[in-house]
């Protein structure tokens, strides 16, 4: 069992930046992929960025690339998510997640434990 709590959601101007945190509680955290994901208001949850066990592979959604980055520090049980440049539209709820195997990285349903989100909301 993997508990995930998020924090480091705020309100930001577009330009800006915040470095969401997820702390995992479980010994198998070290040895499963990450993710985080985000919805806006009445859209569908959506995939952000991930990062395998060790960290040596992130994967990202085109439109974040170069702005997000994703990291993880298996001795903290922390996962994190540095977003620079950020814009109206990465307004949402921003969930964390942990996946036992890391098939599809890029799916929701690879992943077993979610957290409960933080708010994200960058003013234009």
């Known amino acids: 069992q993997v508990q995930l709590v998020e924090s480091g959601g705020g309100l930001v101007q577009a330009g800006g930046s915040l470095r969401l945190s997820c702390a995992a509680s479980?010994?198998?955290?070290?040895?499963?992929?990450m993710g985080w994901f985000r919805q806006a208001q009445g859209k569908e949850r959506e995939f952000v960025a991930a990062?395998?066990?060790?960290?040596?592979?992130?994967y990202y959604r085109d439109s974040v690339k170069g702005r997000f980055t994703i990291s993880r520090d298996n001795v903290k049980n922390t996962v994190y998510l540095q977003m620079n440049s950020l814009k109206p539209e990465d307004t949402a709820v921003y969930y964390c997640?942990?996946?036992?195997?890391?098939?599809?990285?890029?799916?929701?349903?690879?992943?077993?434990?979610w957290g409960q989100g933080t708010q994200v909301t960058v003013s234009s």
């Open positions: 479980g010994r198998t955290f070290s040895s499963g992929s």
């Open positions: 990062i395998n066990w060790s960290g040596g592979s992130t």
């Open positions: 997640a942990a996946a036992k195997y890391s098939d599809n990285l890029y799916a929701k349903g690879t992943y077993n434990y």
